[in-house]
């Protein structure tokens, strides 16, 4: 069985300082996982992918995550924040061998000026 | 291009009453899928397709009720609305299961 656990709730930090959204999972199958944001009455937007080329996956918008199989973990990061990244973001794992998806509970990132 | 199409966007219905929300995609994708999101439970999947005549449920499926008649829709039909299904529901699409997905804007459904 597959699970997402994003560590934290909310996320606040200072503009011009660095992100870090954190993301658990567990999976039966070598899974795919995704960052997704969601601004304000909006839809998901794909940040990044990880489907096994490269434990380092760049996204857009200057974030990035790693993919750490020892320690079942693929967080989110971004050198400096900028007041446009204050969302919500989610960390979904894809499960082929479930045919299905399963997203995390969310952490809303809070970017005081 | 317009990707992912949910309609309606809003939506006000009486318990009891039926309604479909309609997904439509223009790009020709395979899979497509249905969320519910919840305040602090993320998205969580109702039902799924992989590809037109094949549908199947997930995590959250009672209650609702899906067809594939074609790759372009996928409708979600509410049987018998109930104030447990107000929610925002989501419809997305990728090239297949394992690819990034595309969402709509989502429909804000709100059941008195």
């Known amino acids: 069985a597959q699970s997402v656990t994003q560590l934290d709730s909310h996320v606040s930090v200072s503009e011009g300082t660095p992100v870090l959204l954190r993301c658990n999972y567990s999976s039966s199958y070598s899974p795919s996982l995704f960052w997704y944001v969601q601004h304000p009455n909006k839809g998901l937007q794909l940040l990044l992918k990880?489907?096994?080329?490269?434990?380092l996956v760049k996204g857009i918008n200057g974030f990035e995550a790693e993919f750490k199989k020892s320690e079942t973990s693929f967080h989110l990061t971004k050198p400096s924040a900028h007041m446009s990244d204050a969302a919500e973001y989610f960390c979904?794992?894809?499960?082929?061998?479930?045919?299905?998806?399963?997203f995390g509970a969310g952490t809303r990132l809070f970017v005081k000026a | 291009n317009a990707g992912v199409t949910q309609t309606p966007k809003f939506q006000v219905l009486k318990t009891g009453q039926s309604m479909t929300l309609q997904c439509a995609q223009d790009m020709n994708h395979e899979y497509m899928s249905w969320y519910r999101q919840d305040p602090g439970m993320g998205l969580r999947l109702i039902h799924y397709s992989v590809g037109a005549g094949i549908t199947d449920q997930g995590e959250v499926p009672n209650g609702y009720n899906v067809s594939r008649s074609t790759t372009e829709d996928f409708p979600l039909r509410l049987l018998s609305a109930a104030p447990s299904q107000t929610s925002v529901y989501f419809c997305?699409?990728?090239?297949?299961?394992?690819?990034?997905?595309?969402f709509g804007d989502g429909t804000r459904l709100s059941i008195l």
């Open positions: 979904v794992v894809s499960d082929l061998g479930g045919f299905k998806t399963i």
């Open positions: 997305a699409s990728s090239y297949s299961l394992g690819q990034p997905q595309h």
């Open positions: 990880y489907t096994s080329a490269a434990t």
